[in-house]
């Protein structure tokens, strides 16, 4: 089912969304899976929510991804590791989170915040 909080044009069209940012909305639960679909993706922002959970790996499949913005939430577990594969990402925030574990190693091009 499609969150309450989502765009009908972006669930319905996701190649079309370029830029998605849902932050300051107070959001709760996981971080969607589905929003691997959106595949031309240049930024995500959800920071300043709820969300809860760990980081889906299916984010780290976003390949277009430049800035992703999750700081803020109350997210727990490790950083993906599939966000290796997110060449492209020059932005990584994640702070005042839960998060635990190492920092993958493949982030090293990536200012980490």
């Known amino acids: 089912a499609k969150p309450s909080w ?6 319905h069209k ?19 899976t589905w929003l691997n679909r959106l595949s031309n993706l240049y930024s995500l922002d959800l920071s300043f929510n ?6 889906p ?3 780290g499949y976003l390949l277009k991804l ?3 913005h999750l700081d803020r939430n109350k997210l727990t577990g490790p950083i993906p590791e599939s966000f290796g594969h997110l060449a492209s990402l020059k ?5 005042h989170n839960s998060l635990a574990g190492a ?11």
Do not use: C, E, F, M
């Open 6 to 11: 989502i765009n009908t044009t972006i669930h």
């Open 14 to 32: 996701p190649h079309q969304a370029r830029n998605l940012v849902i932050s300051w909305t107070n959001v709760s639960g996981p971080v969607p």
């Open 50 to 55: 709820q969300l809860s959970g760990s980081i």
């Open 57 to 59: 790996p299916t984010l």
């Open 66 to 68: 430049v800035w992703l």
């Open 91 to 95: 932005q990584l925030i994640l702070s």
């Open 103 to 113: 920092i993958p190693k493949s982030l090293t091009h990536v200012d980490l915040y």
